[in-house]
């Protein structure tokens, strides 16, 4: 029962709508950022067909970025929720003189597909996006990804192809079956082990999906992006040590970690505006003059 519930809420786990999104956002207080989504930015939808998926998202157009070579963020959501999601981020981007790429991972918002893959099919169509942002912004364009919780992970498995000038990884995990070995024991103690061996061959057997093989840390290791960590010490969910791991075996030098003392699970925005604002335009600064 235990193994069926685990693989479960990873493969079918629920769907949050638009005004769920917008509410959850709303409640703690980040609403603002959507009226100027709403009414005011320049926005393009778009289709992608991605293996067994079609990918719905938007690229929206900032004006102000009149750069020889297009500066663009690509924003990936977490688990549950749709491109809304990401649009607190893209205020962010978007003030920074970005132009923004937003759209609803496999399965979840507008976007097909017949179940998550907890960031390894989700790559895949990432790179896909990418792909397709070039052909919008011009090949030169020069691009961060940024990506909260499985989205974080998304953005971290595609570092052993792509080469965006940084990432921001907000609460990733950094090996999904640790992670699942560890909700796990959280959930059924002792029973935990068997349970997350069984959800494991119910995955292999049900969806040929293995959660063992999914490990962002191995494209941490072989890339040599700068990559800014942002964890809550209170998560819940995805213990803060899972981006310190990660950290310790990056590459790059400008790699750093910024941990929000009293954040849950995805909330380190919402926890401090202020310092999560000034963190990531500290390391932009950082990575451009590195050039």
């Known amino acids: 029962m235990i193994a069926h519930y685990i693989i479960n809420m990873l493969m079918q786990a629920p769907k949050f709508t638009k005004e769920e999104v917008r509410k959850w956002d709303e409640d703690f207080h980040i609403g603002d950022c959507f009226s100027d989504y709403d009414t005011l930015w320049d926005r393009h939808p778009f289709s992608l067909q991605s293996m067994d998926a079609e990918i719905k998202g938007e690229y929206i157009i900032n004006h102000k970025d009149t750069n020889d070579r297009k500066h663009v963020a690509i924003i990936s959501h977490g688990l549950s929720a749709m491109r809304d999601a990401c649009i607190k981020y893209a205020k962010i981007f978007y003030d920074l003189g970005y132009n ?25 169509d990432l790179r896909k996006v990418i792909s397709f942002s070039k052909e919008i912004f011009g090949q030169d364009m020069i691009y961060a990804l940024h990506g909260e919780s499985m989205g974080a992970a998304t ?5 052993d192809k792509e080469t965006p ?5 907000d609460c990733p995990f950094s090996d999904l079956g640790r992670l699942i070995d560890e909700l796990s024991f959280k959930k059924a103690w002792i029973l935990g082990k068997p349970a997350a061996k069984r959800a494991r061959k119910i995955g292999i057997k049900r969806y040929d999906f293995d959660f063992r093989a999914v490990r962002p840390i191995d494209s941490v290791k072989v890339t040599n992006v700068p990559i800014l960590f942002m964890h809550g010490k209170k998560d819940s969910l995805i213990n803060c040590k899972h981006s310190e791991d990660m950290l310790s075996v990056c590459k790059n030098h400008l790699s750093r970690i910024k941990i929000f003392d009293n954040a849950e699970h995805a909330r380190s925005y ?14 932009i600064k950082d990575v451009e003059n590195s050039q």
């Open 155 to 159: 953005v971290l498995n595609v570092l």
């Open 165 to 169: 000038e940084y990432v921001v990884a």
């Open 100 to 124: 923004v790429v937003i759209y609803d991972q496999r399965y979840f918002g507008a976007s097909t597909g017949p179940y998550c893959t907890m960031s390894q099919r989700e790559a895949t």
């Open 270 to 283: 919402a926890s401090d505006m202020e310092a999560y604002k000034e963190e990531m335009i500290s390391f």
